[in-house]
């Protein structure tokens, strides 16, 4: 149980990575405020599963593109909770196109959410987040990768880690900021609209030959939630099984 009596916001944990985060911390004993923007009925299938395995879990509702919304999900979560230990931004989104294909509306669409969802609940985590809490920003090994299709979105994690080393320097409190950026990983979202070669072509990629599976990125997370890695601060860790 290396995280009973903490409260964890998770991001995006209705579905994918988000919720097999949301699930593992549960299993480790931190009580979990599942965060969903749209997917209300996967948002309560994910605390309904955490409850069944003698877990504590909420769900809120919160748009994190929206600050007044991401002040709700803050105060709703103390309010339930008494406080948050452990912020883990994981909400995001992907568009892929060229640059030359891409429309303003994908511009706005991909930066509201990944770029100023997490500037918003760094923002409200400033002051709100325990002390000796943790921050978890999700990022992407897309970031270090020339990938085509994948510019606006691997601008907008390349700008989530710059904010994640300044704002280590920044919050202070004993807090530690930190990304996750894993390489390609079996989610439903992830390999909607893919090929089987390019699927083949990412998984031997990476030195395992395979895809990672949504849990090899939660026990990263986990450990970066627990006091074990308390003095990790200010970086970015690849969970991509040597990709790059």
Partial sequence: MRLENKVIVVTGASRGI???IALLLAKNGA?????????????????AEITKNG????SIKADVSKRDQVTFLFDKS???FGKIDVLINN???????KIKENTQDDF??????????????????NLKLADHG???????????????????????????????????????RGISV?????????????????TPEFIEKLSSMNAFNRLAKPIDIAKVVLFLASDDSKWISGQVIGANGAMI
């Fill in 18 to 20: 988000g919720k097999e």
């Fill in 31 to 47: 009580k979990i405020v599942v965060n969903y923007s749209r997917n209300q009925t996967e948002a309560e299938e994910t605390v």
């Fill in 55 to 58: 877990g504590t879990a909420i």
């Fill in 78 to 80: 103390i309010e339930s």
């Fill in 91 to 97: 909400a995001g989104i992907l568009i892929t196109k």
């Fill in 108 to 125: 706005s669409t991909i930066f509201d959410v990944n770029v100023r969802g997490v500037f918003n609940a760094l923002q409200e985590a």
């Fill in 134 to 172: 943790t921050i978890i920003n999700v990022s992407s090994s897309t970031v270090k990768l020339m990938f085509a299709n994948y510019a606006l979105y691997s601008a907008s994690k390349a700008a989530v880690e710059q904010m994640t080393r300044v704002f280590s320097k920044e919050i202070g």
């Fill in 178 to 194: 930190n990304a996750i950026a894993p390489g390609a990983t079996e989610t439903k979202l992830f390999l909607e609209g893919k």
